[in-house]
């Protein structure tokens, strides 16, 4: 859905995306980097189980939620990668860990 | 609790950094809390990082985001204190603010609030725009500001007003090319009246014609007037239908950038119990202010478009005025000096906002925008409420209004808190019962503002 362009400086740090190596550019979001990989839904929903994905990018629709380094939930258009970080798509409502 | 700072500032973006600049100059201890990890907020996104490693995307962004350049280093050099990556997610009357940064989450006591959160896209609820591959060019727009990243495929912009055109030419600067850009019909007769003032404003039409001519040297398709649209996609978007000079047409897509201009991100406020009013010409609701920005709860002020839209120059300019204010009721300086100082900075002002009354009524969004007619269209995008229960639920159940239709269906309940649904629940409300959106009024909006998890509760110190 989204390309990097080529004179954007070329950065980049390794992260997991469902498990997937990919090279997210340096200082993106992780809702960035799973647009970018490729991504065309981050979570389904807890109410019907259809496929959504980051829709405005600026931390209001919460559409992006996405399980980032084994927390559920997380706004993934806020959060920056960081260098080995693990983004999973989130299936429904979240688990939670005991 | 003593050593708390004199304003607390909630949002780096030009109301905000210029609130703490100003602020800092008159002695005020001022802290800025923002969610993003740069300052600039999202219409100066990224700002620091464009230009010290992608200069060449600031051509592409073009004059006005560079603009911002300027702002940030005077908010860095201010002395102002700067929390990036906070989540303020509760201010309590006693002007204690609850904020998470970085996995940090504290309460900090402020002797005085400004909130300065900002403008927001107005949803813009068609058929299939929960679609993955249907977003906001207003997200296509931040991720070229902070990752220099571009639709790849086809693509159409839909909707209107100004920022659609601005992110267009900017994604042709860049190289990529909008299949079509699908306009929903400007109200050129309410816009009349105001359009003399509006071309005695320097700047702003030349700035509007040279977007359209360059949206038509590069041969894009602009189809002004559609209606009707719907998105078709099983698992995410494939076409775009709508409806054009009385025919139906369809366009095959990979990205759809929804746009219908910007309303106040006023979650907070309204958390804060800070009074909204119905602004009509704007379609949205806005804190009641005086003329320094001072809202109906003490030591609460509002600057900038979440106190009604205004734009980045007047934000800027209504920061300084309401940091002002701050700095006069703190003590720092006296009535004489402040009405002083604030003159030439309202003289600017008046100027920016010669412009809205054209803007605000040509880009006003119709009823059938607002409302979606097409009972099959999800409002509430969270807990997938339609617009056809809406409005059985107002005709048939007697559901009077936005906060009784929480206890019906859970609308607005959901994650984002009534942001993507509350001004077209309100809308469909006041259509089905055929007030005005003034009486219906709006979502008891209740802290956490952001999400927290019982976790980082547990973890605050109380004991201050």
């Not at chain 2, 816009?191 to 041969?219: D, E, S, V, W």
């Not at chain 2, 602004?279 to 509002?302: C, H, K, M, Y």
Request: glycine share 10%.
């Amino acid at each position: 859905m989204f390309r990097i362009l080529s004179d954007a400086g070329g950065a980049t740090v390794a992260v997991l995306i469902d498990g997937r190596p990919y090279q997210a550019p340096r200082g993106c979001t992780a809702a960035a980097a799973a647009l970018l990989a490729g991504e065309s839904a981050t979570r389904t929903t807890p109410v019907s189980g259809v496929p959504r994905a980051p829709y405005c990018m600026m931390g209001v629709c919460f559409e992006c939620l996405m399980e980032i380094d084994g927390v559920p939930n997380q706004q993934a258009c806020l959060i920056p990668v960081a260098e080995g970080m693990r983004i999973n798509r989130q299936h429904g409502k979240a688990a939670v860990q005991p | 609790m003593s050593g708390g700072p004199d304003l607390a500032i909630v949002g780096a973006g030009p109301a905000g950094l210029a609130a703490a600049t100003t602020a800092a100059e008159h002695g005020l201890n001022a802290v800025v809390f923002d969610e993003q990890a740069e300052p600039g907020g999202q219409i100066y996104r990224g700002i620091e990082s464009v230009a010290a490693a992608r200069n060449a995307h600031l051509a592409v962004l073009g004059p006005d985001y560079a603009a911002g350049l300027e702002l940030v280093k005077r908010f860095r050099a201010s002395g102002a204190e700067y929390v990036p990556q906070a989540a303020v997610w509760q201010i309590d009357a006693g002007r204690n603010v609850y904020y998470r940064s970085r996995g940090d989450v504290r309460i900090i006591n402020a002797k005085q609030i400004l909130i300065a959160t900002g403008a927001m896209e107005r949803p813009l609820p068609v058929p299939g725009w929960t679609l993955p591959g249907v977003m906001t060019c207003g997200a296509a727009q931040t991720l070229l500001k902070s990752t220099g990243a571009v639709p790849a495929g086809r693509f159409v912009l839909a909707g209107s007003g100004p920022l659609l055109l601005l992110i267009a030419t900017q994604l042709l600067r860049a190289g990529v090319q909008p299949a079509a850009i699908l306009e929903t019909r400007p109200n050129y007769r309410a816009a009349l009246p105001h359009l003399p003032r509006f071309i005695a404003t320097p700047g702003y039409l030349r700035k509007g014609l040279a977007m359209l001519a360059q949206l038509r040297k590069a041969g894009v398709p602009f189809k002004r007037g559609v209606r009707q649209m719907r998105i078709l996609g099983d698992e995410r978007a494939r076409e775009i239908e709508y409806e054009w000079r009385g025919r139906r047409e369809r366009c095959a897509v990979d990205l759809v950038l929804l746009h219908q201009g910007i309303v106040p991100n006023a979650n907070l406020a309204l958390s804060l119990r800070c009074e909204h009013e119905w602004n009509e010409r704007q379609r949205s609701f806005r804190p009641r202010l005086d003329a320094w920005g001072n809202s109906t709860v003490p030591g609460v002020l509002i600057a900038g478009d979440s106190g009604g839209i205004i734009g980045a120059k007047a934000a800027e300019l209504s920061g300084r005025i309401a940091a002002l204010s701050a700095a006069c009721s703190a003590g720092r300086i006296g009535l004489d000096v402040r009405d002083r100082l604030a003159r030439p900075l309202r003289r600017t002002l008046a100027h920016h906002l010669v412009v809205r009354p054209f803007l605000d009524a040509f880009y006003r969004p119709r009823q059938e925008t607002v409302a979606p007619r097409d009972d099959d269209t999800v409002v509430c995008r969270c807990e997938e409420i339609r617009a056809g229960e809406i409005r059985r639920l107002v005709t048939g159940q007697g559901c009077p209004g936005p906060n009784q239709m929480k206890s019906f269906v859970r609308c607005g309940m959901g994650p984002c808190q009534g942001r993507l649904c509350g001004l077209t629940v309100v809308e469909l409300i006041a259509e089905c019962r055929d007030v005005s959106p003034a009486e219906v009024g709006y979502y008891r909006i209740r802290p956490p503002v952001k999400p927290v998890t019982v976790g980082e509760l547990a973890g605050l110190d109380l004991d201050r």
